[in-house]
């Protein structure tokens, strides 16, 4: 009697992790916060760790934003792994991929064209409900043809955007915040001006890019259930997605480039050391004690999702300054 081979052992696929930025100004705390726990979660794990540029929207993207974004991560010591076609992945360089992904969609009946502006959305019953994204989308163009909607933004002297073909309820498990589950709306693929949507270039780059690990600010988990559903639409596995509390001004207002909140280089200006800081973003996630310098490779060996806290923080410039002594 021969004897069977062993079955092998299962092996875990290798974690992806990545680190998003968008070239619009200068890397505030709370990007570099979100930035090294997504750079900690994968190299705890023996993951890759990729650099992608979203310059997607050209018209916001600041001059010298890419060299200024590498350079700053640099400078945090969260060194990312080189891609085969070369680090970093730029967003405004794969346009013809997104265009591939729209076509995939539109032979599976997934997209519609839309011919409403912004301020027709407004004028809408669900105007009230308006996000960061805009208002609420009606439905208005969902069951045009789309000789009738092209033929109709003609006429206003305007050009037609790309929605996604929602109502699908979609649940996920977020590493911090448990179980969700997210009713998918009709959200927008290409905008009217030509340019690919943020939740579109997303989905196609983790996927082509083999990302596992989405770690992110928690002011994204409403876009989680949009970007599960278009993912399985493309054929790509979602990734785990893992939303983190956001860093907040000493006032308590939310971080954003538009208030011109401080900037990494602004702490080192200070005479804040890169060990400085990422001690007291690390202490502000429950890693290490306050007033700790350390590097993001020192933080590797103990880190795990179980001490991150799930509340607001606090990171206070001038307060750094009080630990360089």
């Known amino acids: 009697m021969s004897?069977?081979?062993?079955?092998?052992?299962?092996?875990?696929?290798?974690?992806?992790?990545?680190?998003?930025?968008?070239?619009?100004?200068?890397?505030?705390?709370?990007?570099?916060?979100?930035?090294?726990?997504?750079?900690?979660?994968a190299r705890s794990q023996g993951g890759r760790i990729l650099l992608r540029i979203?310059?997607?929207?050209?018209?916001?993207?600041?001059?010298?934003?890419?060299?200024?974004?590498?350079?700053?991560?640099a400078a945090l010591g969260l060194i990312c792994d080189e891609m085969d076609a070369g680090s970093p992945c730029l967003q405004s360089q794969r346009r013809h991929l997104y265009d591939d992904a729209l076509t995939a969609l539109a032979r599976q009946q997934q997209t519609f064209l839309c011919s409403c502006s912004r301020a027709d959305l407004m004028r809408a019953p669900s105007a009230p409900h308006a996000a960061d994204e805009g208002p609420r989308y009606p439905g208005t163009c969902r069951d045009k043809a789309w000789p009738q909607v092209l033929q109709e933004a003609k006429q206003a002297g305007k050009s037609a955007?790309?929605?996604?073909?929602?109502?699908?309820?979609?649940?996920?498990?977020?590493?911090?915040?448990?179980?969700?589950?997210?009713?998918?709306?009709?959200?927008?693929?290409?905008?009217?001006?030509?340019?690919?949507?943020?939740?579109?270039?997303?989905?196609?780059?983790d996927g082509l890019m083999g990302v596992t690990e989405v770690v992110r600010g928690d002011d994204?988990?409403?876009?989680?259930?949009?970007?599960?559903?278009?993912?399985?639409?493309?054929?790509?596995?979602?990734?785990?997605?893992?939303?983190?509390?956001?860093?907040?001004?000493?006032?308590?207002?939310r971080l954003a480039k538009r208030n011109r909140p401080p900037t990494v280089r602004d702490v080192f200006a200070r005479g804040v050391a890169a060990e400085t800081l990422i001690g007291a973003m690390a202490a502000s996630a429950g890693l290490c004690p306050p007033g700790t310098r350390t590097t993001a490779n020192e933080l590797v060996a103990d880190f795990a999702w179980t001490k991150v806290r799930r509340t607001p923080v606090v990171i206070d410039p001038i307060t750094l300054q009080s630990y360089q002594a």
């Open 161 to 205: 955007a790309v929605r996604f073909r929602g109502g699908q309820n979609v649940r996920f498990v977020d590493g911090l915040l448990g179980e969700h589950e997210q009713l998918v709306d009709d959200f927008v693929l290409r905008r009217a001006d030509g340019l690919h949507a943020y939740q579109l270039a997303v989905v196609v780059d």
């Open 220 to 253: 994204l988990l409403s876009s989680t259930g949009r970007q599960v559903a278009l993912a399985r639409c493309l054929g790509f596995a979602p990734p785990a997605h893992i939303h983190v509390p956001l860093v907040l001004s000493p006032a308590g207002e």
């Open 54 to 73: 979203e310059d997607i929207d050209t018209p916001r993207v600041a001059p010298g934003g890419t060299r200024a974004l590498q350079e700053d991560l």
């Open 3 to 41: 004897i069977p081979p062993p079955v092998p052992t299962p092996v875990s696929p290798a974690v992806v992790g990545r680190l998003a930025p968008s070239p619009t100004g200068l890397m505030h705390l709370g990007n570099a916060r979100t930035a090294l726990l997504a750079w900690l979660s």
